[in-house]
């Protein structure tokens, strides 16, 4: 099982490979279950969480980036500009500037509303 912690939240992710599974987000302090992502995040290759916590920025092996609203669980836009991973994602203290690095050494920019 993968953990990713930010916050007072959990994500877990199960290990075992081509399983169609659902990722819970918990809140560490209360133990309560938040949300349930209808994703099981096996193609995860990097991710980043907005400054303010509520928006799961991950970098996909297909060359994908998805916007995830961690309050609601839901996915929130998939972006594909690229034929390669997503090996890094950096985002800007404001949230609004997300930089992307792919597995080709190419470099995107991307602006976030």
């Given at each position: ?16 490979p081509n399983i169609k599974s659902i990722s819970p987000t918990w809140n560490l302090q209360t133990g309560k279950l938040l949300h349930e992502f209808a994703d099981n995040f096996s193609s995860v ?69």
């Amino acid at each position: 099982m993968q953990r990713l912690v930010h916050r007072h939240r959990l994500l877990e992710r199960s290990s075992l490979p081509n399983i169609k599974s659902i990722s819970p987000t918990w809140n560490l302090q209360t133990g309560k279950l938040l949300h349930e992502f209808a994703d099981n995040f096996s193609s995860v290759e990097s991710f980043v969480i907005s400054p303010n916590g509520k928006i799961l920025i991950c970098g996909n092996y297909d060359g994908s980036i998805k916007l995830w609203n961690l309050e609601q669980g839901k996915l929130l836009h998939t972006s594909r500009n690229g034929s390669s991973s997503v090996l890094g994602l950096a985002l800007s203290p404001d949230g609004k500037t997300l930089a992307s690095s792919n597995e080709d050494s190419t470099i995107h920019i991307w602006q976030i509303n």
